[in-house]
T-cell receptor
Framework: KQEVTQIPAALSVPEGENLVLNCSFTDSAIYNLQWFRQDPGKGLTSLLLIQSSQREQTSGRLNASLDKSSGRSTLYIAASQPGDSATYLCAVRLSSNTGKLIFGQGTTLQVKP | GAVVSQHPSWVICKSGTSVKIECRSLDFQATTMFWYRQFPKQSLMLMATSNEGSKATYEQGVEKDKFLINHASLTLSTLTVTSAHPEDSSFYIC???????????FGSGTRLTVV
């Protein structure tokens, strides 16, 4: 059974710091992995999607890496800003035959001005 | 980009009543709709998957007679929580995938409180 874990559960950093959020999954047989942002009481916004054949994806100050063999992904946020404060969720899709996503518990990030 | 509109954003209902939550894909055809539930401080858990025109497939442990899902058109899916009880209080989010969309588009969520 695939399980997704995110560490740390919460993180507080001063503005301007670079930071790394971690995501691990127990079964390396995934189709893709996606990082989402969730603001309090809101839905999810997709940040980056990495296919199983890819190693990383970048969008602006965000960079996500994927090491499928070790079951790990990281989300790197450069030059953090208070507006980055939110909960970040990673989710894996098991195969092309299923659209089901399995989510981690999320990392709640607070960037202090 | 692809947009999914979810309504209502929050609802308070009395125990024993039913509540309907709607998700509409505004600029694409949602061939598949996913319904998730999120309890406080926990992650999203998939409740069911529905394909347009077909019966929904429910995850293990989810009561299909309690959580009625209708996906009668390519732009609208509804989740009805029947005979709601306080333990059904949660955050419900839909996610849609279309034939030509890449990835998933999530609704803004519905906060259900049963009193």
């Amino acid at each position: 059974k695939q399980e997704v874990t995110q560490i740390p559960a919460a993180l507080s950093v001063p503005e301007g710091e670079n930071l790394v959020l971690n995501c691990s999954f127990t079964d390396s047989a995934i189709y893709n992995l996606q990082w989402f942002r969730q603001d309090p009481g809101k839905g999810l916004t997709s940040l980056l999607l990495i296919q199983s054949s890819q190693r990383e994806q970048t969008s602006g100050r965000l960079n996500a890496s994927l090491d499928k063999s070790s079951g790990r992904s990281t989300l790197y946020i450069a030059a953090s800003q208070p507006g980055d404060s939110a909960t970040y969720l990673c989710a894996v899709r098991l195969s092309s035959n299923t659209g089901k996503l399995i989510f981690g518990q999320g990392t709640t990030l607070q960037v202090k001005p | 980009g692809a947009v999914v509109s979810q309504h209502p954003s929050w609802v308070i209902c009395k125990s024993g009543t039913s509540v309907k939550i709607e998700c509409r894909s505004l600029d694409f055809q949602a061939t598949t709709m996913f319904w998730y539930r999120q309890f406080p401080k926990q992650s999203l858990m998939l409740m069911a998957t529905s394909n347009e025109g077909s019966k929904a497939t429910y995850e293990q442990g989810v009561e299909k007679d309690k959580f009625l899902i209708n996906h009668a058109s390519l732009t609208l899916s509804t989740l009805t929580v029947t005979s709601a009880h306080p333990e059904d209080s949660s955050f419900y989010i839909c996610s849609a995938r279309g034939t030509f969309t890449y990835g998933y588009t999530f609704g803004s969520g519905t906060r259900l409180t049963v009193v």
